[in-house]
């Protein structure tokens, strides 16, 4: 055997930074893009803001990558949360309904805001009071969240109800100088989460408690409270991806509305290098996956192949990043091609 | 009996408990539900859950998880049925499928130890792979009709009262029995429960981690495929949408019924009772039968939540002299 | 060495290298390990022992060297290859599966017929055999991590005794147990030894190398420094060729030197206790002295120590501070009240193993500060810089992750965090569990320091000599109930001995 | 009274809700104890659902079935217990029809068709379309498909030049019209939309004016469902035509089963609820 180490040590620098392969995924994905379709990258302005694929990429991604951060945190404490997409339907469903009844909409806002924050209260109660999987206990919220939704509807008698509102239409797709609304408001929460998990000592505590909870317990962490803090910053952020979504079409369906945006969430976090065993949170990572996933998901539309090949195209493309991530299969790949010469 | 009192049987015996607290409750309140029928559509109609809930039994002891089941239901679902359609026998379907699932989850499992991917994302990069091969198979609903099937679903025991044990329900007692079996008196088993207790230590203790992973989603792939033949013979037809979600429902039996996600404890019969949980949640939804959508939504997560509650209520109080 | 000699050898390991990112664990390495031998493997912390040890037995690759069983060129890819080729192994981190049963553990990919059918009958049979083997007597369904460290520690040694074995390796089997366990085991490795199996003992205990080896290699920073006959070696010269320096004047620093209990009392227990846990005790701490907890395995040292701290809540009695407060409520309580404590078992309840050196040994120090008021990075890593000097922590830097660490650099990373937090009162339960000679005597006489510096200090430990040599005052456990207090001239082996043992029966 | 059981297959969409709704709204005016049942869109929750009406004895079973196949075995036993079925919304693929009364429904391919035939006249037989299709695989974006194929397919002038899966959402046809627009640089030469329903439809406008273009103008759009927010596009000029698929069609359903329990006749296999074209004005 020999030693690899020293014959590739002057990629080490580049090959170990955890950034490069994520954003080496996206940059392939976008250079097929191009190939496949040619004003792929044009961007104009249009109706006051930019307007292009590459502007529909970032655009589109707000949400998961919404509630990817909220995920990266609870996945930091060794959980996750499968009950996102449900709080964005009970979001979407109180704004709905408080519009409807007349509220001022800045009220709405933070009414939707806080629904997020209460369901993540319940989902971090069950969790570090109870002391029930995570898995399982988001799964309650995950299968009556929806119901809530269309019960919050049928209230005041709408089925799938549609409502006007400036304000919040403004947040999720309107412009301000050219730059689609909610790419601000994204970078403001990103932000406020960055600054609280880093600036504050919080961070530390999550990944403390996501690597050794008992540990970290002796240590003096708080570790229940964390876990709640937790999920009740993951509500908050899939409440804010529920405003975001339900805004988009102002109308509220609590069936459809951000289905499946946890798997996606999960994803995106995961090719952002976090890891569901728990203890490391990267909040940046974590964006550029939620782009990688959202790129992918617009290149298949754009593609023009039948809808039926989009699973596949997600599967293997998502394999293949992960392939690309694993530094298992990266250093098996470096033997053959370096170590036997 | 001090062996039966051993304190890691608790939780099994808190489902069981559950089970039929709420069985019989639901008798109380409706008339025909405390019937072997109900029991008999209980097994039949979850016995697919089940089925792909015992190998994901065996995949979350080993601390991994499963996500690919709902899809292996219905890509095998398919197959099957496009291939009845081209005149094969759904005999040898059947094998081809068992072997195809063993060898797909032996695939997943050798990513996640050779790569060093987790879990959870190689069977959802799975899951995706094998809804998408569905829609490649056929994007409509095809038929099964083979007088094999019919021969199969003719096969039906009948129970005490009008309930009957159908084809499903005994193949799915059967698998369970191996998966008994296996996952308490073989070697692999006892593996099973190392590597999901302590990956570490069972490497060091000389457990094969990368054999012992592969096996068990190779099981795992094995038991969804069973779980697709028995879904496409139970309607006797393959539908390229036909389980989705159901990796949720199997995991969730799994939980219920006692064994943890982070492996390592838990037990294979736990996973039959947390199964007939969630059927029994549903049927008594649907006797009750005048809720709307939405409160049917709320009310299984209600009486999931209650559940779960319960359980954990009897597992404590049983279990007074832990710290 | 003639090559007559290399002929006879079971083990030959030449030139061994392997290299984690950043460090060169071994260099090079050459031994030889012969049947009817104990060979111990002595050095610094994170000298290369236990590496040296995974290499030989399949669980690391490793980039350079050979090795030869019985003649015969090896390469175990997994630990099982080289169970099977007849190398058992007791590995420094206790590696049992905690949540299976005793007799799963010991049985554990030894037993199983035709398709790896298991009989649990005869396994259990196989595992009380193991047992009874080291004379111990546990309930063979409760699940092993129910067990303290020390018990674990037996049952993996148990674990490893197999009969068809031809070479034995103990990875610090003692660090936790006492005496009384320590001579079970060595009776059977004396047997062991007479039966022709080579043996590797890995310890920083002097007197067990001295007592059982017959011969001793010395590794210092990845390099064989020496291989001799243990008679031909002194005691002077086996440390200092271990450390590199003399220690002597160390080790006399506090030898014999105890203090009058005339502090404060800073914490005062009365009664405290807890069903089936502990029997209610009493006992003060005094500021700027230090006590000791001694007592048999299982004796509840470890529960009056976590009684205290409040990581186990008691159903009866007081806990008061100086000054009338109360304490012992939970953790984070007793950490603002200044009381820190060092777990025994550094891997579950020590250490966040994926945080790094910085981070673990802050976290004490932050939880106490708040979420709220984070300590500045340069603060962080001068804290953590200090600590590395102060205990000499075996790393290139602070931000290696702590799981990279040897055991006992470990090990100094939990005594480092506690002191981070520039505690009032410390409890230090087994606190030099696998640290080296050098630390060893560095640790105790900062302990010492802190003491005069007006702290008050809880030891428990295994070691009565630990005890004897370090405490002002001495509390004796016996079957999980405080049954007395020694003082001054009255700590010595012996009475501490006769205490434990019971004059009343 | 009687008692019926009512399998539902979910409640995607605007009409889906709707059409339960009403079933459960309506069923007291018709001496009706109904019991329901939503399946969430998996054919094995309607199996069990069937299967418990069974069991609890109920006078008579109404099913909206996920999917044609699989209905054998259940169908049989319910015939066993002597308790007549009718299917409401899509068909069952069985080949003994007397396993169930009567179907009584509209007819998917049929909207397909309507749609695609309003098309062909409104654009005079030439027309490049866009299409949003239903999930994948499920009955009504099948059969939409289908039907609107078969028509257009008569038009050598007329094709489909990108089609893509909205899920039946709102969110999934603005999704999907988005990348639409840019893959053909702003519908360049494209003459309809179509969607499988109507809430993909209102996604596509809501993504075309975002876009600076003029729904209903610039682009023929032509969908299926006919629900209350369509009408209003149209109202707007947004929308051009919605093919109606009622929802209120209890007044349809419950007077044939309550009338057959009454006195058992053979009734015709298909009762078909008519599907009205609507068209902006
Ligand atoms: N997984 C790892 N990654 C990186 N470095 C490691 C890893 N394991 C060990 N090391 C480093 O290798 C060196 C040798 O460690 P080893 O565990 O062999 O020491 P040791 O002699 O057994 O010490 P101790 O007496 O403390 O047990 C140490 O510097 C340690 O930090
Ligand atoms: N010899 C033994 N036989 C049976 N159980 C034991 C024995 N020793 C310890 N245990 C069990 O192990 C658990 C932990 O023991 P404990 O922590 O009290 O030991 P300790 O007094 O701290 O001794 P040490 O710290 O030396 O291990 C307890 O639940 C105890 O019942
Ligand atoms: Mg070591
Ligand atoms: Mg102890």
Not at chain 1, 15 to 29: G, H, N
Not at chain 1, 55 to 67: L, S, W
Not at chain 3, 170 to 181: G, I, Q
Not at chain 4, 85 to 97: A, C, Q, S
Request: hydrophobic share 50%; net charge negative.
């Amino acid at each position: 055997m020999t030693d690899t180490n020293a014959k590739t040590g002057r990629f080490h620098g580049l090959l170990q930074s955890r950034a490069i392969w994520p954003l080496l995924a996206l940059a392939l994905i976008l250079i097929v893009d191009g190939i496949i379709s040619p004003n792929f990258y044009d961007i104009r302005i249009v109706e006051g803001r930019l307007f292009g694929n590459l502007i529909d990429i970032f655009y589109r991604a707000v949400p998961t990558a919404m509630v990817a951060l909220g995920m990266a945190i609870v996945i930091g404490t060794k959980g996750i949360d499968l009950s996102v997409g449900s709080i964005a339907a009970i979001s979407g469903a109180i704004i709905a309904w408080r519009i409807q009844a007349g509220d001022p909409h800045g009220v709405v806002l933070f009414y939707a805001v806080g629904a997020g924050a209460i369901c993540g209260m319940w989902n971090g109660g069950l969790v570090a009071i109870l002391g029930i999987q995570p898995i399982i206990a988001t799964l309650i919220l995950m299968v009556s969240g929806r119901g809530i939704g269309m019960l919050i509807n049928l209230f005041y008698g709408g089925t799938n109800p549609s409502f006007q509102s400036d304000l919040l239409q403004g947040l999720s797709t309107g412009s301000i100088a050219y730059i689609p609304t909610r790419l601000i408001v994204f970078a403001v929460l990103f932000v406020v989460v960055w600054l609280v998990l880093r600036r504050t000592a919080l961070g530390l505590f999550v990944e403390a408690t996501g690597g050794n909870a008992a540990a970290s317990n002796l240590a003096g962490v708080n570790a229940k409270l964390i876990i709640f803090v937790a999920y009740v910053i993951c509500g908050i952020m899939a409440g804010w991806a529920g405003v975001i979504l339900t805004a988009d079409t102002h109308t509220s369906d609590p069936v459809s509305v951000a289905l499946y945006i946890e798997l996606d969430a999960i994803l995106a976090v995961v090719i952002g290098g976090g890891s569901l065993a728990g203890g490391r949170i990267y909040l940046g990572m974590t964006v550029i996956g939620a782009l990688v996933i959202q790129a992918l998901t617009t290149s298949i539309l754009i593609s023009g192949l039948p809808p039926e090949y989009n699973l596949i195209i997600k599967a293997l493309v998502v394999l293949f990043v992960l392939v690309l991530q694993s530094e298992k299969a990266r250093r098996g790949l470096m033997t053959k091609l370096w170590g036997k010469a | 009996m001090s062996a039966l009192l051993n304190k890691k049987y608790l939780p099994f015996y808190a489902t069981v408990f559950v089970f039929i607290a709420i069985f019989l409750i639901g008798g109380a309140m409706y008339k025909n539900f405390l019937t072997t029928r109900v029991l008999g559509n209980i097994l039949a109609d979850n016995s697919f859950i089940i089925i792909a809930a015992i190998g994901a039994t065996f995949v979350i002891l080993s601390g991994g998880i499963d996500l690919s089941i709902g899809s292996m239901i219905g890509f095998v679902g398919v197959s099957m049925a496009v291939l009845d359609s081209m005149g094969w026998n759904p005999l040898a379907t059947a094998v081809l499928m068992l072997a195809f699932g063993f060898a797909f989850g032996a695939f997943q499992g050798w990513v996640i130890d050779g790569l060093d991917i987790q879990p959870f994302i190689i069977t959802l990069a799975g899951l995706f792979l094998l809804r998408g091969a569905c829609f490649m198979v056929t994007i409509n609903s095809v038929p099964i009709n083979h007088e094999w099937a019919d021969l199969y679903t003719d096969i039906k025991i009948r129970l005490p009262g009008k309930g009957l044990l159908r084809s499903s329900a005994i193949v799915m007692l059967v698998s369970l029995a191996i998966g008994i079996f296996v996952a308490h008196f073989t070697r692999f088993g006892t593996n099973v429960y190392a590597l999901g207790g302590d990956k570490e230590s069972a490497r060091l203790m000389g457990v094969n981690v990368r054999r012992t992973t592969v096996m068990v989603y190779a099981v795992a792939g094995l038991y969804s495929a069973l779980a697709g033949v028995v879904y496409a013979l139970y309607t006797k037809s393959g539908y390229p949408l036909a389980g989705s979600t159901l990796e949720l429902s199997a995991i969730a039996s799994v939980v219920l019924g006692g064994t943890l996600l982070t492996g390592g404890v838990g037990m294979v019969a736990g996973t039959l009772f947390g199964g007939m949980i969630l059927g029994l949640i549903s049927t008594l939804i649907i006797f009750n039968g005048s809720l709307n959508s939405a409160w049917i939504l709320i009310s299984s997560g209600i009486l999931l939540f209650a559940f779960i509650v319960l359980h954990r209520f009897l597992v404590g109080s049983f279990d007074h002299n832990r710290q | 060495m003639t090559s007559d000699e290399t002929q006879n050898a079971r083990v030959t390991m030449r030139g061994i290298r392997k290299a984690y990112p950043g460090v060169l664990a071994l260099d090079g390495v050459d031994v030889d390990i012969y049947p009817g031998e104990v060979h111990a493997l002595l050095g610094e912390n994170g000298a290369g022992k236990s590496t040296l040890i995974k290499v030989l037995t399949g669980a690391l690759p490793r980039d350079a060297g050979d090795i030869h069983l019985e003649g015969r060129a090896v390469h175990f890819a997994t630990t099982g290859d080289a169970q099977l080729a007849g190398i058992s192994t007791v590995y420094q981190e206790v590696n049992l599966i905690p949540a299976m049963s005793v007799a799963q553990n010991l049985t554990l990919q030894k037993t199983g017929g035709r398709f790896g059918v298991i009989s649990w009958r005869k396994a259990r049979i196989e595992a009380q055999e193991k047992l009874d083997r080291l004379g111990m007597k546990l309930d063979l369904e409760r699940a092993v991590g129910s067990y303290s460290v020390a018990i674990q520690q037996l049952v993996a040694i148990a674990r490893a005794l197999d009969e068809d074995t031809r070479v034995l390796v103990l990875d610090e089997p003692t660090a936790s147990l006492d005496a009384t366990e320590t001579a079970a085991l060595f009776d059977v490795v004396r047997a062991l030894k007479d039966k022709g199996i080579a043996i590797v003992f890995i310890t920083h205990f002097l007197d067990q190398v001295y007592e059982i080896s017959d011969r001793i290699t010395v590794l210092r920073n990845g390099q064989r420094v020496a291989t001799n006959m243990a008679a031909d070696v002194p005691r002077q010269e086996l440390i200092s060729m271990m450390i590199g320096r003399e220690l002597g004047e160390v080790e006399q620093a506090f030898a014999g030197r105890r203090r009058d209990s005339d502090g404060d009392i800073v914490l005062s227990a009365k009664g405290v206790g807890k069903k089936r846990v502990l029997d209610p005790f009493t006992l003060d701490l005094r500021a700027g002295e230090a006590v000791g907890l001694s007592g048999l395995l299982g004796s509840g040292r470890t529960e009056l120590v976590k009684l205290l701290y409040g990581a186990i809540r008691s159903d009866e009695g007081t806990l008061e501070m100086k000054g009338g407060g109360i304490a012992g409520t939970n953790p984070r309580a007793s950490l603002d009240a200044g009381i820190v404590l060092c777990p025994e078992d550094r891997k579950s309840e020590g250490l966040v193993g994926e945080l790094s050196i910085r981070e673990n040994i802050i976290l004490s120090m932050q939880a106490k500060q708040g979420w709220l008021a984070k300590v500045s990075r340069a603060d962080q890593d001068r804290i953590a810089q200090e600590m590395i000097t102060a205990l000499a922590i075996a790393t290139p830097d602070a931000e290696k992750q702590v799981r990279q660490l040897s055991g006992g650099n470990q090990q100094k990373v939990v005594l480092a965090r506690a002191l981070a937090c520039a505690p009032k009162i410390m409890l230090l339960d087994e606190p030099t569990r696998g640290i080296d000679v050098g630390a060893h005597a560095e640790i105790l006489a900062l302990i010492r320091k802190l003491c005069a510096e007006g702290l008050a200090l809880l030891v428990a430990s295994s070691e009565i000599d630990e005890v004897v040599a370090s405490s002002d005052r001495v509390a004796v456990l016996r079957d999980r109930r405080k049954i007395g207090e020694l003082a001054g001239d009255d700590i010595t082996r012996d009475n501490i001995v006769t205490m434990i043992a019971g004059e009343d029966d | 009274d009687v008692t019926i059981g009512f399998s539902q297959v979910g409640s995607e969409g605007d009409w889906r809700p709707a059409f339960s709704k009403n079933m459960q709204d309506e069923a007291a005016t018709y001496g009706v104890d109904l019991k329901f049942a939503n399946a969430q869109g998996k054919q094995e929750e309607q199996l069990r659902a069937v299967r418990a009406f069974v069991a609890q004895g109920v006078d008579a079973i109404i099913i909206a079935p996920v999917v044609v196949t699989g209905w054998e075995d259940v169908l049989e036993e319910a015939k066993d217990a002597e308790i007549p079925v009718f299917l409401v919304d899509r068909d069952v693929d069985v080949e003994d029809k007397s396993l169930y009364v009567s179907r009584i429904s509209a007819d998917f391919n049929l909207e397909g068709k309507i749609a695609g035939a309003w098309l062909a006249t409104e654009s005079l037989g030439s027309c490049k379309i866009v299409e949003m299709q239903g999930t994948t695989g499920s009955a009504p974006a099948i059969e939409r498909k289908g039907g609107f194929e078969a028509v257009i397919d008569q038009f050598p002038a007329m094709e489909i030049v990108a089609t893509q899966s909205g899920d039946f959402t709102t969110e999934g046809g603005k999704k999907v019209m988005e990348a639409f627009i840019k893959s053909t640089n702003n519908l360049d030469g494209i003459c309809a939309a179509f969607a499988h329903n109507d809430n993909m439809q209102l996604g596509a406008i809501q993504a075309m004016k975002e876009a600076g273009l003029k729904p209903g103008e610039d682009v023929l759009m032509v969908s299926v469902d006919y629900v209350p927010a369509i009408v209003d596009a149209m109202n707007a000029g947004e929308a051009n035509a919605s093919v109606e698929l009622r929802s209120a069609v209890a007044e349809f359903i419950y007077p044939v089963i309550t009338d057959y329990l009454d006195s058992p006749t053979d009734l015709p296999k298909w009762i078909v609820i008519p599907s009205d074209l609507h068209v902006a004005n």
